[in-house]
């Protein structure tokens, strides 16, 4: 039973063009949501987070959009660089948890 | 100055036998946990330790016990080992806030054969 799920295991995109990454989640608890970046042989590092009483949340060349009616959330990066390639995982938490629910990552391949 | 830090990086073990993997985060957070990565790739919750008491135990079997000694430090033994025990670890810590991020180790990869 995925609650978080990214539906795309990989995404591959020229340098310099926006990379969008998507997310949906099921479950409606879900107030808190979280983008990690994996490079490999490494763990997982916060990128940027988002409340559900927000819809959009920037940082830099990373923007968060979240669609509450819809369950889905995206992260864009404008312009992609290939130092971004890297598996993005997507993340959620209900009210009061410290813990996040995973998503199964999405791998973005950014080519020179 | 490496936040979180787990050893080994690497595991290569028998069935049956047991093993520790060790954690330490210099960051003072005061919540840690234990998180597997399984061939799926799916990150998911073990345990979570704050301020060295278990405050979440996942449906893991009883042949994983965390130790937590002090706040820094949060180590995870597993007895018997068995094959689908294989699995990269990741160690987390964060400061006890809701909207506190986590911060992970590099993880420790088990291979049991």
């Known amino acids: 039973d995925q609650q978080v799920k990214q539906n795309s295991p990989s995404l591959s995109v020229q340098e310099g063009r926006i990379s969008i990454l998507n997310c949906d989640y099921t479950n409606s608890m879900f107030d808190y949501f979280?983008?990690?970046?994996?490079?490999?042989?490494?763990?997982p590092t916060f990128l940027i987070s988002?409340?559900?009483?927000?819809?959009?949340?920037?940082?830099?060349?990373?923007t968060v959009f979240l669609n509450k009616s819809a369950k889905h959330l995206s992260l864009h990066i404008v312009p992609s660089q290939p130092g971004d390639s890297a598996v993005y995982f997507c993340a959620a938490r209900e009210g009061g948890s410290y813990i996040p629910t995973f998503g199964r990552g999405t791998s973005l391949i950014v080519h020179p | 100055d490496t936040a979180v830090?787990?050893?080994?990086?690497?595991?290569?073990?028998?069935?049956?036998?047991?093993?520790?993997?060790?954690?330490?985060?210099?960051?003072?957070?005061?919540?840690?946990?234990?998180?597997?990565?399984?061939?799926?790739?799916?990150?998911?919750?073990?345990?979570?330790?704050?301020?060295?008491?278990?405050?979440?135990?996942?449906?893991?079997?009883n042949r994983f016990s965390p130790k937590s000694p002090d706040k820094a430090h949060l180590n995870l033994h597993i007895n018997s080992l068995e094959l689908g025990d294989s699995a990269v670890y990741f160690c987390a810590s964060s400061q006890g806030d809701y909207l506190a991020e986590q911060y992970f180790g590099p993880g420790t990869r088990l291979t049991v054969t």
């Open chain 1, 50 to 62: 988002i409340s559900s009483i927000k819809d959009k949340n920037e940082d830099g060349r990373f």
């Open chain 2, 5 to 61: 830090s787990q050893t080994p990086k690497y595991l290569v073990t028998q069935m049956g036998n047991d093993k520790s993997i060790k954690c330490e985060q210099n960051l003072g957070h005061d919540t840690m946990y234990w998180y597997k990565q399984d061939s799926k790739k799916f990150l998911k919750i073990m345990f979570s330790y704050n301020n060295k008491e278990l405050i979440i135990n996942e449906t893991v079997p």
């Open chain 1, 34 to 43: 979280l983008w990690y970046k994996k490079y490999p042989a490494e763990g």
